[in-house]
């Protein structure tokens, strides 16, 4: 009787749903709260925000050009994890996407958990202050993130088609109700706000206009803002599953980058024309702020209502993207033998990496609960931050390793194949991820916190030491098959 063929992920994903998924895990947190609650984060960064916004894009726009130059050559899944392991070393590939999965995986967390502020201020807005009230309770907080993950699991599990009937309509809204807040700074500043204050404020505020410009804490805040543009990593991860994969993926990390980035600066610049940003910086010392939160003060009745649920959208939106990436990571390990090889099962009617899927959501419950313990949603994004930034520094590397590593793949290559192009891009990346990987170190490891494991960088070293032992076990079990270690000089079968 012949054996029935084995289960594998299919080519469903056309050009605008893989950039879609880019989009969906860049916006959400990195619009709504990052370049706002940054003042927490780095307090002396001032009126400084929206520069280090601007520069943080250089070298995610370095990084994705690296990435949309290697997905061409290779377009499966596991995006950076294979890129790596194949142009450079495996066991490069897989520590730094290992940590790049824990910081990912955590955040999706982090991000469920912030999502409830979002839904309590659309209830204050609405004046259903029962229910705003109940949001505000510790452990509904978290009853309520955890069910948002293990919905978003079971979006992922029932397949593509699923998938993307959610996310497309989705990231619509997430730019449509995001432009309000972008014409709204055409008729609002901070006079406006300023005196909307005097009618609820208990004493009057006055606003604070210069600040000292101090170069390591522009380089600071700008690397916690990197956080914000690395979600195009998504699209690499849905290599197995995009038609015209060597096209639709370069093109999709791109259009994703420019689109996404050119939203963040008017998004930004719009929010703070009409906000001063000495209140922002005042409020994020004692409060978890959103910028829907603060505007509700100043837009019409029903605007604010709008971006209020256009935030929440854009939170919300971040999740079955970000499972998905994280899902077809440990799919990318485990068929290459380096991760046990139950995850790489495939459902048989579905076609999505179901136990892969169920792990991502354990782990990112685990977020939730570390966010809720910690009282501080910026270590999970820091670590994050540590992570991603060490990963796309090894893809500005593997961009200029691959003609020596892997010279087959390399020709392969079929976006920016100048290798002057290639080069400069390459080195470019390397220096600006290096300046920003190390002034993020500089500044996490000289703060003042209540014990070790508040540093994020401490975290990513013992996650990086476990991705260690993982790999070293699996890599003696693959090296002592038939085939040895030959197979990560070539793409795994589709």
Not at 123 to 152: E, K, N, Y
Not at 338 to 359: C, D, E, G, R, W
Request: net charge positive.
């Amino acid at each position: 009787m012949k054996k029935p063929a084995k289960a594998k992920l299919t080519r469903q994903m056309g050009l605008l749903v893989v950039t879609a998924t880019g989009v969906s895990s860049m916006v959400g947190a990195s619009i709504n709260i990052v370049p706002f609650m940054i003042h927490r984060s780095v307090p002396e960064i001032g009126p400084y925000v929206l520069w280090a916004f601007v520069f943080a894009a250089l070298p995610a726009l370095m990084a994705g050009l690296a990435f949309a130059i290697l997905s061409s050559a290779m377009p499966r899944a596991g995006g950076s994890y294979l890129y790596a392991s194949r142009g450079l070393h495996p066991y490069l590939g897989f520590v730094a996407s290992f940590s790049q999965w824990f910081g990912l995986s955590i955040v999706i967390g982090v991000i469920a958990y912030l999502t409830i502020p979002f839904v309590r201020d659309i209830a204050v807005v609405t004046h259903m202050d029962q229910v705003a009230h109940l949001l505000t309770i510790p452990w509904i907080r978290v009853v309520l993130s955890l069910g948002m993950i293990w919905f978003f699991v079971w979006i992922n599990f029932k397949g593509i088609q699923t998938y993307s009937r959610l996310l497309l309509p989705m990231v619509v809204l997430i730019f449509a109700l995001g432009g309000i807040v972008i014409v709204s700074g055409l008729f609002y500043d901070t006079n406006d706000y300023v005196i909307a204050l005097e009618t609820t404020a208990a004493t009057p505020f006055i606003p604070v206009n210069e600040k000292p410009f101090n170069w390591v804490t522009f380089l600071s805040a700008a690397a916690v803002l990197f956080s914000s543009f690395i979600g195009f990593d998504a699209i690499a991860q849905t290599g197995s599953e995009a038609k015209n994969p060597t096209r639709n993926l370069p093109l999709a990390i791109l259009l994703a980058i420019l689109g996404v980035g050119t939203f963040y600066f008017l998004f930004t610049a719009s929010v703070y024309h009409m906000v001063p940003w000495s209140y922002i910086a005042l409020q994020a010392q004692t409060t978890d702020i959103t910028a829907p939160g603060m505007l509700s003060l100043i837009l019409p009745s029903g605007w604010d209502i709008a971006i209020l649920a256009g935030a929440a959208i854009a939170l919300i939106n971040d999740l079955p993207a970000m499972l998905l990436s994280v899902s077809r990571l440990m799919f990318a390990w485990a068929s290459d033998g380096i991760f046990p090889k139950a995850i790489s099962q495939v459902h048989p009617k579905n076609h999505t990496p179901y136990v892969a899927l169920i792990i991502a959501g354990i782990i990112a419950s685990i977020g939730v609960l570390g966010s809720h313990f910690a009282g501080d949603f910026f270590l999970g994004i820091d670590i994050m931050v540590i992570a991603m930034l060490v990963n796309f520094l090894l893809m500005s590397v593997t961009l200029l390793s691959i003609p020596r590593v892997n010279p087959q793949l390399a020709g392969a290559i079929t976006v920016f194949r100048n290798r002057k192009l290639q080069l400069v891009t390459g080195i470019t990346g390397i220096a600006l991820i290096t300046l920003f990987l190390v002034i993020h170190i500089y500044k996490d490891l000289s703060k003042e916190v209540e014990a070790w494991y508040f540093h994020s960088t401490y975290v990513w070293l013992l996650v990086m030491v476990l991705g260690s032992f993982i790999f070293r076990y699996h890599w003696q079990k693959v090296s002592s098959t038939n085939t040895g270690t030959s197979n990560f000089k070539t793409l795994p079968n589709e």
